[in-house]
């Protein structure tokens, strides 16, 4: 697949991350194509891996989930033993919905989220102050969600 997207694969990326559910009868419709030509494209989109995955949004709070914090943790150094046992560890834990490596004050930002604030305190001291290599973690609590599950603006990608 080339690096560009026509306006047909940005309609069906657009669907799609608005309703992955959409049959190809009505994401075909959506995007102007034919049926067959719709199939063949999101499969080549998938298989290019621009489609990465089909999932469901699940809302945290209604599953019993209603802390969520953001997390900002430094390491001691950047031993490459301490940030594998790191990395390797965090994408161990359901807690950690998302971890990204920054620049700036903290090395890593998680997004945690767990029923309240007492598992939240055993996330901290039974698992990531035991960790080797950590330095310093801060948390912010979430109040309130403003934005989540945004789609990726696929207008602005080369085409």
Not at 12 to 25: I, P, T, V, Y
Not at 135 to 154: C, G
Request: net charge neutral; hydrophobic share 40%.
């Amino acid at each position: 697949m080339s690096d560009r997207l026509s306006d047909q694969d940005r309609r069906l990326l657009d669907a799609l991350q608005e309703n992955g559910r959409l049959s190809n009868q009505e994401l075909a419709e959506r995007a102007g194509m034919s049926t067959s030509a719709c199939w063949r494209r999101v499969k080549a989109l998938e298989e290019s891996g621009l489609i990465a995955q089909y999932a469901a949004l699940i809302d945290v709070e209604k599953a019993g989930l209603g802390f969520q914090a953001i997390v900002h943790v430094t390491l001691t150094r950047h031993d490459h033993r301490h940030v594998d046992t790191f990395i390797a560890e965090i994408r161990r834990r359901r807690e950690v919905l998302d971890c990204y490596s920054t620049t700036g004050e903290a090395d890593y930002h998680l997004r945690v989220v767990c029923r309240d604030l007492a598992a939240y305190n055993r996330f901290l001291e039974g698992f990531l102050f035991r960790l080797p290599g950590i330095a310093n973690v801060r948390t912010n609590l979430v109040l309130k969600d403003i934005k989540k599950h945004s789609p990726v603006p696929v207008e602005a990608a080369p085409g």
